[in-house]
C-alpha cells in the first residue's frame, strides 16, 4: 500500500539529458524527458497501442515518439499523431504525471493531478543562499522494504552507535529526539548545544572546539 497523494524524488535533474529516462515509482513505470525549454515532463511508460515503453523511442521536439509504430504524444500525454490514421481517438493517451524541479531534484506528484500542490514540497532551509554550500552525491540503492528506510531515518537515536565514525557521536547519546506529528506526517529532530561536532563536519569547521548549537534531524 502506498501514498500516493505526496511528492516524490524522481530523479536527480542533472541526470536528465537529452533522452528518456525510465524510472519506476511507487510500482508504476515513468518515463522521464525534456522539452526544448528545458521543461521535465513525466508520462506513463506505455504506449497506448501495443504498451512499448515510450523510453524506447525518441524525442521529437516538446512530444515523445513510440518506437514501434510512431505514435506521439505531448507533454499532456495526448496522441498528436497517428501516423496513416484519418483521426486520434481521444481516449488514446496516456497518464501525465506533476513533476517540478526544485533543489536539484524532479519531484513527481503521483496522487490526482488536480491536488498537486508545489507549494507542499518540503522546505530546504538555506537553499541559494550563496554562504552556504551544497554537497552532492549519487543515489545510493537500499536492498530492502521501503518502510525500513522510513523506520531508520525517523529514528536518529541510532547514529551515536551507528555512525560513531563519520556523522554520530557521544554527543548524541544523551540528546533526546523530538518528534512533532503533522497533518502531512512526522519530524523527528533534536538540538544539541556546546557539544563537539561529529568526525564528518570537523574538516568544515572554521574555527576548533565546542559548537553553540547543532540541529540535526
Ligand atoms: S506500440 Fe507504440 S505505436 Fe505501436
Same mark, same amino acid.
Given at each position: 500500500m502506498f501514498l500516493f497523494d505526496a511528492w516524490y524524488? &524522481?530523479?536527480?535533474? !542533472?541526470? =536528465?539529458?537529452?533522452v528518456p529516462l525510465p524510472i519506476r515509482v511507487l510500482n508504476e513505470r515513468i518515463v522521464l524527458y525534456r522539452q526544448t525549454d528545458g521543461t521535465a515532463v513525466a508520462l506513463?511508460? &506505455?504506449?497506448?497501442? !501495443?504498451? =512499448?515503453?515510450?523510453?524506447m523511442g525518441r524525442i521529437q521536439g516538446d512530444d515523445i515518439e513510440c518506437g514501434y509504430h510512431g505514435l506521439v504524444y505531448n507533454a499532456a500525454g495526448e496522441c498528436v499523431r497517428m501516423p496513416c490514421a484519418d483521426r486520434i481517438p481521444k481516449k488514446a493517451r496516456v497518464r501525465s504525471y506533476p513533476l517540478v524541479s526544485r533543489y536539484g531534484l524532479l519531484w513527481i506528484w503521483m496522487g490526482s493531478a488536480e491536488r498537486a500542490d508545489a507549494a507542499t514540497i518540503c522546505h530546504v532551509e538555506q537553499w541559494g543562499n550563496p554562504s552556504w554550500g551544497v554537497t552532492g552525491g549519487d543515489a545510493m540503492t537500499v536492498d530492502c522494504n521501503y518502510l525500513y528506510m522510513t523506520d531508520n531515518l525517523l529514528d536518529p537515536s541510532h547514529v551515536a552507535w551507528v555512525h560513531r565514525s563519520s556523522f554520530g557521536n557521544a554527543a548524541c547519546e544523551s540528546t533526546a529526539v523530538q518528534v512533532a506529528a503533522g497533518e502531512a506526517g512526522v519530524i523527528a529532530s533534536r538540538w544539541m548545544r556546546a557539544v563537539e561536532v561529529a568526525p564528518i563536519y570537523v574538516p568544515f569547521m572554521p574555527f576548533s572546539g565546542i559548537v553553540r548549537s547543532i540541529a540535526a534531524l
Open positions: 524524488v &524522481a530523479a536527480m535533474d !542533472r541526470d =536528465l539529458a537529452d506513463e511508460n &506505455a504506449c497506448v497501442h !501495443r504498451k =512499448l515503453p515510450l523510453s
